[in-house]
């Protein structure tokens, strides 16, 4: 891996994804990227969204079996 060449989102744990999704968006509400670089950066923040909300779901289910929580309502609350 290059050393400004970003690190792939499905190897990131939460914390590091969360960190580089705050960045994103202080980039883009501060508007220092030129369109192209704000798309892409808006992809890249999708993706990280994305990775976040699974680690998160995961580390629920966890915590759901450990507490001996039924699974089948884990998505009933909502």
């Given at each position: 891996?290059?050393?400004?060449e970003?690190?792939?989102?499905?190897?990131?744990?939460?914390?590091?994804?969360?960190?580089?999704?705050?960045?994103i968006v202080?980039?883009?509400?501060?508007?220092?990227?030129?369109?192209?670089?704000?798309?892409?950066?808006?992809?890249?923040?999708?993706?990280?969204?994305?990775?976040?909300?699974?680690?998160?779901?995961?580390?629920?289910?966890?915590?759901?079996q450990?507490?001996?929580?039924?699974?089948?309502?884990?998505?009933?609350?909502?």
């Amino acid at each position: 891996m290059a050393k400004n060449e970003p690190k792939p989102i499905e190897e990131m744990s939460y914390e590091e994804a969360y960190a580089e999704l705050e960045q994103i968006v202080a980039r883009m509400e501060s508007g220092e990227d030129k369109l192209e670089a704000s798309m892409e950066a808006f992809l890249r923040g999708q993706a990280l969204i994305k990775r976040c909300t699974g680690l998160l779901e995961s580390a629920e289910l966890k915590v759901r079996q450990l507490s001996g929580e039924p699974l089948a309502d884990a998505g009933a609350e909502e």
